[in-house]
């Protein structure tokens, strides 16, 4: 049968209640019937034509109309919807290539399967309208707490009811043992919202840092307005936090307003996250004294910072070495994610250990190296010489306000240091040679005899396979690795150079073979 007066009135009536069902747009929903219906019409005109429907908003009539386009001869491949210039004269007066001559054609027979044929587009489209309009308004609520209701759950995951569509909030994304109930009440971080073919996915969390920064926010007035800043957070969810906070008003303590009168607001924040204990800790620039700050309450005898390895080592009393750990490491874990270190803990008496252990090694080295005494060695390691090179390069007068050294002393120290450096690198020059080093390398001002004994250990013998060498081949890094920090050894690390002087060595040498060009630098 052709669509009657009826049949139109009952599409639009239908349209417009599914556009007030599913919070559409109306007009998505016409369009959607116009596409179903313009479908229809090809099947029954021929799926080459261009069967274009336009449904009047007010009568729900339907029109049908068919589409030609004029284009160049050599194009033509349509005939059904294409014709030239020549062809579009018999209709067209002066057609020219992109003009359009649309003609109505009759209604077609909406059939029973027809009629059930254009619903399925109506509502497949409607589905695709409703999760555009769902991905678009969560699409920006990322990083932000929403209330929702649980629906149920399935397998550890719950499913949640967040107002127009659901959200799963997973297993691993609950804090503790966390288990829910139809209808319960949850607050909950939207962490993220992903397009999928199966419609947006938005994915709940109760565990991430974020989280816990912004319920502070809900209680803290001062960090919602930007006074109070929380530069860091780290958690073990369900048990222990520790939140880093800076205040940019002198007037105000941090930790106070963030603790809040008789801990009011940072206990509001606790019964939240099921009975967290959170430490607030004032966050510093200074890194040593910021880590000082997060172990707490342990207390620090020293700290000696890594910078190139982001690795710290603290000293504490034997009494606060299990305080400053925590029970299964859960304090110093939750300082090195506070601070973005690796931190390793000792004892004062470890510490002290060690400390004597490098001075005798130095105190052996002087011995053995300069001809020394063991009280003169042990003289030169407590003023704070560690190797020859500084005693050869220190300035006379620096050496001269040792007690017990006079001039002659001093001079003859250096000549023995010069001595021994000097026989050192012919020793390591020739075993050099010996292992196939090539003058290109040994003439390369910016290495010392012992880095080029070391390059050759590495099969590095010429200045191309010097040029070629990685940064951190030579200099030595850090790679993370399941989590943690694992050390490459750089063939030139033992003399010291950093990362910097062995990108510059690198360079130097590719600019003198002629491989990069000194002024594009």
């Known amino acids: ?19 007030r069902e599913k919070m559409i747009d109306l007009a998505l929903v016409v369009e959607a019937m116009e596409e179903s219906l313009a479908r229809v019409a090809k099947s029954r005109y021929g799926s080459e034509m261009d069967i274009r429907v336009s449904i009047d908003r007010k009568t729900g009539k339907a029109t049908f109309t068919r589409v030609r386009t004029v284009i160049e001869d050599d194009l033509l491949e349509n005939y059904q919807a294409e014709f030239t210039v020549q062809q579009a004269r018999q209709y067209m007066e002066n057609p020219q290539v992109g003009d359009q001559f649309i003609e109505e054609v009759p209604p077609v027979e909406m059939g029973r399967i027809a009629a059930q044929s254009a619903k399925q587009v109506i509502l497949q489209k409607v589905r695709e309208a409703e999760r555009d309009r769902q991905y678009e308004e969560f699409k920006d609520r990322v990083g932000t707490i929403i209330n929702g209701l649980v629906k149920r759950e399935e397998y550890g995951n719950v499913i949640v009811d967040v107002g127009s569509g659901e959200a799963v909030l997973r297993r691993n994304e609950k804090i ?36 816990m920064v912004e319920l502070f926010k809900i209680e803290v007035p001062e960090i919602h307005d930007g006074t109070i800043d929380i530069k860091a957070v ?45 430490d607030i800790i004032p966050w510093n620039e200074d890194q040593p004294t910021f880590l000082v700050n997060a172990l707490q309450p342990a207390e620090v005898s020293k700290v000696v910072l890594d910078e190139d390895a982001d690795k710290i080592e603290i000293v504490v009393p034997e009494d606060q070495l299990s305080l400053a750990i925590g029970r299964r490491g859960q304090n110093v874990r939750l300082a090195s994610q506070l601070t973005n270190l690796n931190i390793d803990i000792i004892t004062e008496a470890k510490e002290s250990a060690r400390r004597q ?25 407590s003023e704070g010489f560690t190797n020859l090179e500084e005693v050869v390069y220190i300035p006379l007068d620096e050496l001269l306000v040792i007690d017990g050294i006079d001039e002659g002393t001093a001079e003859e120290l250096q000549a023995r240091a010069r001595d021994y450096l000097e026989e050192q690198a012919h020793k390591a020059l020739d075993n050099a040679r010996a292992m196939g080093v090539e003058d290109s390398l040994i003439e390369f001002e910016c290495l010392t005899p012992q880095m080029i004994e070391a390059l050759a250990k590495d099969g590095v013998r010429t200045l191309e396979d010097f040029a070629i060498c990685a940064d951190w081949e030579l200099a030595g890094g850090w790679t993370t690795v399941n989590g943690k920090s694992v050390k490459d050894d750089g063939v030139l690390e033992p003399f010291d150079v950093s990362l910097e002087e062995v990108q510059h060595m690198v360079m130097t040498a590719r600019v003198q073979l002629g491989w990069v060009d000194p002024a594009k630098l």
């Open 357 to 381: 252990k490098e001075f005798e090694a130095r105190t052996q080295l002087f011995m053995k190296t300069l001809d020394l005494d063991e009280f003169f060695a042990q003289l030169l390691v």
């Open 176 to 211: 503790g043992r966390e288990s829910y109930r139809p209808n319960d009440r949850i607050r909950v971080y939207i962490k993220d919202v992903r397009r999928e073919p199966r419609g947006p996915q938005i994915f709940l969390s109760r565990t991430a840092p974020e989280f």
């Open 234 to 278: 780290a958690r073990d969810p369900g048990s222990r936090a520790k939140i880093a906070v800076v205040s940019y008003d002198r007037s105000i303590d941090p930790v106070g307003a963030c603790v809040g009168m008789r801990g009011s607001r940072v206990q509001a924040v606790v019964n939240e996250l099921q009975g967290e204990k959170i």
């Open 1 to 19: 049968m052709a669509i009657t007066s009826a049949n139109q009135l009952e599409l639009l009536q239908t349209a417009e209640a599914v556009a």
